[in-house]
């Protein structure tokens, strides 16, 4: 049987309003999609405030997409990087986009993007507005997500939990296929979870779902069966 072709992916970069260390992370997770094949850079590369943008673009393939600014208070990079997007739409060789950005005029574009049926993984800062973040399938926070990829392998946040984080692994849980004992798959409980943009274990320092529930032992208890698979119960 002949292996599913990879899916083409396009991470779109407001380098205005994105840092150059997040670059390496960011294409680590859009890898988990397809491959990156469109990295484009967007700015006017003629401010020494992007110098550091181009000093990484060469190492990671970015493109770098000039944009002059021709109006003062007036971002024409925005402008940009929507009619490209919605170029490749249209196009019909994109199957996914990042979009690595703090700035809540993306969000119409965002949406645009997955009427059509296209995922959409948003990266910024914690503090981007929250209609950007919702209407992305995922939102990372960069910094959240460079310190993350720096600890070490299984260690994770500061082991605390804020109310809303355990509602919604809990209100995912409930809506599971649970067995007698009252344990579902943690395959499934992520995926329903995953339904909200604003969750992604990336987020809480974690790199894996299992990682953050085993810290979160005081609510949940999570054991492997025999068939290897990882099942998760809410105990309190």
């Known amino acids: 049987m002949p292996e599913a072709p990879l899916k083409n992916i396009a991470l779109l970069i407001d380098a205005d309003n994105a840092s150059h260390h997040g670059i390496d992370p960011v294409l680590t997770v859009l890898a988990e999609l397809g491959q990156v094949n469109i990295r484009r850079a967007y700015g006017n590369w003629a401010k020494p ?10 190492r990671f393939g970015l493109q770098p997409i000039q944009q002059f600014d021709l109006t003062r208070g007036k971002n024409a990079t925005d402008m940009a ?5 919605i170029d ?3 196009d019909g060789k994109v199957d996914g986009f990042g979009i690595m950005s703090s700035d809540s005029d993306f969000t119409p574009l965002v949406t645009r993007l997955r009427q059509d049926g296209l ?3 948003g990266f910024g800062s914690e503090k981007a507005p929250e209609p950007f973040r919702t209407a992305c399938t995922r939102y990372i926070d960069v910094d959240q997500l460079i310190r993350t990829s720096s600890a070490e392998e299984g260690k994770g946040g500061d082991q605390t939990f804020d109310q809303d984080l355990i509602d919604l692994l809990g209100g995912a849980w409930k809506a599971a296929s649970r067995d007698d004992e009252g344990f ?3 395959h ?7 339904n ?3 969750f992604d274990v990336r987020n809480h320092g974690y790199k894996r779902l299992s990682d953050l529930v085993r810290a979160a032992s005081e609510n949940f208890k999570l054991e492997r069966r025999q068939d290897g698979q990882l099942y998760v119960k809410r105990t309190r």
């Open 81 to 85: 990087m929507t009619i490209d997007a």
């Open 188 to 194: 499934e409980v992520g995926q329903i979870a995953g």
């Open 119 to 121: 995922i959409v993984y």
């Open 196 to 198: 909200r943009s604003s």
């Open 49 to 58: 405030a992007l110098a550091n943008w181009n000093k990484v673009s060469h």
């Open 88 to 90: 490749l739409l249209y």
């Open 184 to 186: 579902a798959r943690l």
